[in-house]
């Protein structure tokens, strides 16, 4: 069957000619031999594809393919020559094995969730100085605190008083009545009811205690150090606290100058009275000196399980300088860390719902972290056993009643400081642990003090010297009575160190499309293609289903 096709002349024809003689049409004779080379009308329109079978169409399909792997893939499964399909099969088989393995590496490295430390130096023009705390490292100093202790040991060690010298002890029972009232004294002066007035009495006066005080070129006086009662030492005193001795809001100090010229200098006596010597040598926080403490003054902090404490003896001449640094870890599974540095609101409160702890300090003034969560978690548990909270320690359950009974004391002494089994970790998993830190890196050196200056200082004030009852005070104990003190910035520059992931998920897709298309050529139009391929096939497949019935 003969077929005819169609074919337009347009030769070189005048202007001027009418359109049917430039439009001239000459019929084509077209065979079934001529199936082959196909009308370029029919190309156009498709039709050369009614006359291809199904592998055809999808040969000529795999012809076109624009992508390079592909066409190498397929060419070493085409080739007829041995050697050289071997060469391309192994070429392949490498570079897929290379490609793995890259592949293996980078998740490897993801999932191992490792980080980079950001170091950053900043340099400030002035800086907030930080906040200063002194404490007697004794509670007891006055004679007020001997007459008081004197009282308790007749109800405490009944027949076996300490203070009493006609009762001949052993050293080990001297330590036993000494242990016996230390603990029960501590416990009476932190009941609610013992007032505030009475606690202050317990040591000097911050006039006398405090003297020769100046802060960088200007002068500073006890009304510029914060009072509170520590469950541990007493009688402490604060400097830039934000708050003067009235209680009274203040503006920070800061300091423009480094090192000893914006330093904060004073003398801090730490002696007590001379009838107390041999009680306070048998307590446990015995000792003759003092104990500071160096904080960031934009919040409150307990740390009375953190050992924050500088501890200096009597009689030397301490300097401390400070430099500061600030850790932003990232929290798991990057870190053992929980609290991310940069919470918001709903994150807090899945917190709070999750960690009830947590929520008790997200409701103080008191800045969380997982050392003072702990005393808290302590407090907890002495409830559950006593019904009421340790009178030593913060607690932030102002709903209950600290233990100030005798069978509450003794309730709460039996449940953790006589308790051998006592463990913190419970307390483990009630407190997570927060992932910013300030820390203070500290410089300390020191002097021996001497001279008769000390001497004259306490015999001119009466409250000093009601601790003495021999006079002339010799040199040697009158110095060592004292701490001379110098706190200051060794510069005014601080560094942060912040984690950040040593692969973020933008960095592993960028080495994944780095090592496919090195060693595969494949990018993300080659996956393309491929999904465009089996849409193809399946089109053909699908157009040749539907074609069978009009066939038949």
């Given at each position: ?10 030769g070189?024809?005048?202007q ?42 999808i ?9 390079e ?7 070493s ?24 393995y ?30 200063i ?59 609610n ?12 006066d911050p ?26 030492f ?86 401390i ?35 009830s702890l ?33 009178t ?18 003794n ?9 051998q ?13 927060e ?21 004259l ?18 040199n040697?104990?009158a ?50 293609e ?20 009009k066939?038949?």
């Amino acid at each position: 069957m003969n077929k005819v096709g169609v074919e337009i002349d347009l030769g070189d024809q005048n202007q001027n000619e009418p359109i049917d003689k430039i439009l001239e049409v000459k019929p084509i004779e077209h065979n079934q031999d001529s199936e082959s080379n196909p009308l370029p009308s029919q190309v156009i329109f498709g039709n050369e594809n009614k006359s291809k079978s199904h592998n055809d169409e999808i040969k000529d399909m795999f012809k076109h393919l624009r992508n390079e792997s592909i066409k190498i893939v397929l060419k070493s499964l085409q080739i007829k020559h041995g050697w050289l399909k071997f060469y391309l099969i192994l070429i392949l088989i490498l570079l897929l094995g290379i490609t793995s393995y890259m592949l293996v590496y980078l998740f490897l490295g993801y999932f191992a969730f490792e980080v980079n430390t950001k170091t950053t130096t900043y340099t400030e023009a002035e800086s907030v100085f930080p906040k200063i705390t002194l404490c007697n490292n004794n509670m007891f100093q006055t004679e007020y605190a001997l007459n008081l202790l004197k009282q308790i040991d007749k109800n405490v060690n009944k027949g076996n008083n300490f203070f009493d010298d006609s009762n001949a002890k052993n050293l080990s029972g001297k330590i036993s009545s000494a242990f016996n009232l230390y603990y029960d004294a501590k416990a009476y002066v932190t009941k609610n009811y013992f007032t505030e007035t009475q606690r202050k009495h317990l040591g000097h006066d911050p006039n006398a205690l405090i003297q020769h005080c100046r802060f960088g070129t200007s002068s500073c006086t006890a009304n510029d150090f914060f009072w509170y009662f520590d469950g541990i030492f007493g009688n402490c005193y604060v400097f830039n606290s934000g708050f003067n001795s009235s209680g009274d809001r203040i503006e920070l100090k800061k300091t423009g100058l480094p090192g000893k010229l914006g330093a904060l200098s004073l003398y801090f006596y730490v002696g007590f009275h001379e009838n107390l010597t041999s009680f306070n040598s048998f307590t446990v926080d015995g000792g003759l000196g003092a104990i500071i403490r160096i904080e960031n003054n934009s919040y409150l902090v307990d740390n009375s399980l953190q050992n924050f404490d500088i501890q200096v003896w009597g009689g030397s001449n301490p300097t401390i300088g400070i430099h500061r640094s600030f850790e932003f870890s990232l929290p798991k599974p990057y870190s053992n860390c929980d609290i991310p540095n940069d919470i918001d609101s709903s994150q807090q409160e899945e917190f709070i719902r999750t960690y009830s702890l947590y929520g008790l300090f997200a409701q103080s003034q008191y800045q969380y972290t997982r050392e003072a969560c702990f005393v808290q978690c302590y407090q907890q548990r002495i409830i559950q056993k006593c019904n009421c909270t340790d009178t030593t320690l913060l607690s932030l359950f102002t709903n209950v009643s600290s233990c100030e009974t005798e069978d509450q004391i003794n309730c709460n002494d039996k449940y953790f400081y006589f308790n051998q089994s006592w463990s913190w970790d419970p307390c483990l998993n009630a407190c997570p642990l927060e992932c910013n830190k300030t820390k203070y890196s500290l410089q300390i050196s020191s002097l021996q003090l001497f001279g008769d200056s000390y001497a004259l200082t306490i015999e001119s004030n009466p409250d000093l010297a009601s601790d003495f009852m021999t006079f002339p005070i010799p040199n040697d104990v009158a110095s060592r009575s004292f701490v001379s003190l110098k706190i200051y910035y060794d510069s005014l520059s601080y560094e942060t160190r912040e984690e950040q992931p040593k692969m973020n998920i933008i960095d592993l897709i960028a080495a994944i499309g780095g090592n496919l298309s090195l060693f595969l050529g494949v990018s993300v139009f080659t996956f393309l293609e491929i999904v465009e391929i089996f849409l193809e096939i399946w089109y053909i497949r699908r157009k040749r289903v539907d074609q069978k019935p009009k066939n038949n």
